[in-house]
């Protein structure tokens, strides 16, 4: 079973900027859709940002335009780039499969974004 390990979570401020990394234990190529994916208190986790294996990008409405998905499969690490924070962006930060497996799920990367 792949496993996925997320970093690069912190704090904040509103307009801020973070990068997120996905490093994955086996060959990430191997994958048709990598996708981010976050859950926020109280809600259910949602679709953030999805890149397939040829290279198609796919975003949420909400973070589409801020947020950058990419995969470096040399080093089998998808990352995410998010800029223009919102507080509304705070959340556990997680990387999968699209569709997700359920066995694949990591323990995740905090971003809080508030001033």
């Known amino acids: 079973q792949v496993q996925f390990v997320e970093s690069g979570g912190g704090w ?4 801020g900027s ?6 994955a234990s086996e060959d990430i190529s191997r994958f048709s859709v990598v996708a981010w994916y976050r859950q926020a208190p109280g809600k259910q986790r949602e679709l953030v940002a999805t890149i397939a294996r040829g290279g ?3 975003y949420s409405d909400s973070v589409k335009g801020r947020f950058t998905i990419s995969r470096d499969n040399t080093k089998n690490t998808a990352y995410l ?9 705070t959340a556990v ?3 999968n ?3 997700a497996v359920a066995t694949n799920w990591g323990q995740g990367t905090q971003v809080t974004v508030s001033s």
């Open 12 to 15: 904040v401020q509103p307009g």
């Open 81 to 89: 780039q998010m800029n223009s924070l919102k507080p509304e962006d």
């Open 93 to 95: 930060y997680y990387c």
């Open 18 to 23: 973070l990068r997120l990394s996905c490093a």
């Open 97 to 99: 499969r699209r569709p």
């Open 56 to 58: 198609s990008l796919g």
